[in-house]
């Protein structure tokens, strides 16, 4: 009699675990179904008003307008992107924490001996927001007129030129390590709080050297104040025709278009991020959208999520290699 009563209850136990697995999986699946059915939270780990929270607020703003849902974007700047990258990283993979950010997501794990996140183990990337676009520059009373003449120059004169370096282990960052690399040169790097510090200290010349986002320096190159030597993108900007790609200049290994893209916690579900995805890749095809992003000089594309897995591995290995070699400091 006791075994039977000792059965029953472990039948009973095993139904009622069943029944709660069961209910889980239910209101799991009702709320994938269901999404999104409250705010989305989007963090941008740096100060409002950049380049990021520019691309965030075009392009997720955008998805909010096309699903008819409300999309907050909350400016969490600090440790170079490290505090709000972390957050996100860190927070419940349900979808309604997103990110938008640069390289740095896939840069600062190698670049940091406790960033905080792996890039490839704790964030899944479900949209390309946009394509970034820099040129290089140098003071116009530099005696360059080609990126080679300006490698001769640094040659004879080794760390005697200053390079603004906007913020150690960004796009800027590796584009000119890339370049000081392929072209054996060494410069003084100087470190800035942003892009717009280190240009102004370019006019005066007290800069030599410095690579800046198109949309800031374009400008400064029709007023005269600076002088471009080449775009650091694979072909022509239609605004500086006359303008070599960095290829063009004889350095193709300097080559590297960043970009910038929207993520999810690594454990968001399939059925959530590839509705993300699509929203994502619906906005960046609205007309609207694409003229303002046209008007930045940041054009966008539309990815399924395979191929930004894939992009995000090739652009997690190039800048590792770049940081082993370059001697950046490992914070």
Known sequence: MRRIKTVLGLAMRFASGFALGAAMLANAAQAQSNYPNRPIRVI????????VDIVARAVTEQVGRDWKHTVIIEARPGGNSNIGTTAVARSEPDGYTWLVTGPAALVNPTLYKDAGWDAL????????AVWGQSV?????????????????????KPGELNFGNPSTGSSIDLSAQKL????????????YKGQPQALIDLMPNLMHFEIVSLE???????AGSVKPLAVMTDKRVAELPDVPT???????????????????????????????NDGINKALQNPEMQRQLAVANIPGKPMPLADLAALMKADHEKPTKVIATSGMALQ
């Not at 183990?121 to 390309?128: A, F, P, S």
């Not at 000081?180 to 470190?191: C, P, S």
């Open 136 to 156: 290089a520059l140098v003071h116009p009373s530099m005696p360059a007129g080609t990126i080679k003449e300006f490698v001769e120059i640094a040659r004879k």
């Open 246 to 276: 960095i290829a063009e200049a004889g350095f193709p290994e300097a080559t590297y278009v960043p970009w910038y893209g929207i993520y999810v916690p690594a454990g968001t579900p399939d059925v959530i991020s590839e509705k993300i």
């Open 44 to 51: 941008v780990p740096y100060p409002a008003g950049g380049i």
């Open 180 to 191: 000081f690399q392929a072209a054996g040169i060494k410069l003084t790097n100087v470190g």
């Open 121 to 128: 183990k704790d964030l899944r990337c479900v949209g390309l």
């Open 216 to 222: 800031l320096a374009l400008p400064h190159i029709k």
